[in-house]
């Protein structure tokens, strides 16, 4: 970790790491279809920052959440939800002038033609984070603060307030950055590939589908990715099914780790990324070799892709400690089910 960031707190009780963004309460579907046929909706909370901080509170870490929501009733539940993770909310502000967003879904993968997403996002208390009205002190009381370019693409001032926190300071913590690169959120989409470089560019660590780098950044591949993505300081780039790489700044040449994915039976693909990410933070924190990191990573994307919603509770450390010790052999014979977080013997090798 580069940097030793100035704390208020205690250090035994301040949290580990910081998540700056927006949620929102999101509406699940009762059952598949569009959602003009969906008859009813359950409710959960969405927002891929708040997802990391609950899924590292859930595996142990002292965890905080920064955003702004409405003073209204979803702002309430929000608050409370993500407070019921074990993650400190007592810097989330709220705002009496501006509702909190919320969003409806589709149960179908987002990646296909036919899912759906309704978002009521437009003005919310989240898209109103500016220099002026985010505390600072909070932001960087821990050993990392994690971003994304979801919080970029919501208004001109959470750009600002983007470039501000990654911009070079003494101090300050390690800069996590998850690239989430999401068209449809830009007002400008045509400036939006440009500006998730910059601010990768700028931060420690670096989060990106090789996907997502394709449609940005015209690049393929995990060396060009790096190619096109020099300066952090360790860059994780997500393969999908065939795994993640990991590129580490060691000097004239960087140390590169590639770890296949799992194979998952797969409930619902949402949250697996947020999950990943927290993941190899939890491993990060835990100062674990690269390979553990990335399996890390994997075992709780494993953990929500086999349940309906963003987020659920990830296996216990010494389950998922002994799954991320296993030889390339064994590691490739896993297949994760439902139900494998909580039960060993749900743990299945082919």
């Known amino acids: 970790m580069s ?10 009780t301040a949290a580990e790491v910081v998540c700056l963004g927006e949620s929102m309460v999101t509406f699940l579907p009762s059952q598949p279809g569009r959602l003009a046929d969906v008859p009813s909706f359950g409710r959960g909370i969405g927002g891929a920052e708040s997802n990391v901080a609950c899924a590292l509170a ?31 909310t007592s810097a989330v502000r709220r705002d009496p002038a501006r509702p909190t967003g919320i969003y409806f879904r589709t149960a179908t993968d987002r990646s296909t033609d036919v899912h759906e997403v309704a978002y009521y996002r437009a003005g919310s208390a989240a898209s109103a984070m500016s220099l002026d009205n985010v ?55 045509d400036a939006a590939p440009e500006v998730l470089l910059g601010l990768a560019r700028r931060s420690d660590l ?11 950044w015209g690049v393929k591949g995990a060396e060009a990715i790096r190619a096109a993505l020099p300066e952090p300081g360790v860059l994780v780039v997500k393969r999908g099914s065939d795994g993640a790489t990991v590129f580490c700044d060691a000097g004239e040449a960087d140390d590169v780790t590639a770890v296949p994915a799992l194979r998952v039976d797969v409930v619902a693909p949402v949250g697996a990324g947020d999950a990943f990410a927290a993941g190899f933070l939890s491993a990060t924190l835990r100062g674990l070799p690269v390979r553990d990191r990335i399996r890390h990573g994997h075992l709780m994307a494993a953990a929500v892709l086999t349940v309906p919603g963003d987020l659920t509770a990830p296996p216990a450390r010494a389950h998922a400690d002994a799954l991320a010790a296993l030889g ?9 089910g439902p139900g494998w977080t909580g039960n060993d013997q749900e743990v299945r090798t082919t």
């Open 206 to 216: 670096v989060f990106v589908g090789e996907d997502e780098a394709e449609e940005a």
């Open 328 to 336: 390339d052999d064994a590691w490739g014979r896993l297949r994760l």
């Open 135 to 189: 505390p600072y002190e909070a932001l960087f009381a821990g050993r990392v603060l994690h971003l994304s370019g979801i919080t970029a693409a919501l208004s001109a001032d959470c750009l600002a307030l983007l470039h501000d926190l990654t911009a070079p300071r003494p101090g300050r913590p390690l800069i996590s950055f998850d690239v989430n690169h999401r068209p449809g959120l830009w007002r400008d989409a």
């Open 3 to 12: 940097g030793t960031p100035a704390r208020t707190a205690d250090a035994a």
């Open 58 to 88: 859930a595996a142990g870490h002292r965890a905080a959440w920064v955003s702004r929501v409405g003073a209204d009733g979803f702002g309430d539940h929000l608050v409370e939800a993500v407070a019921g993770y074990g993650v400190d």
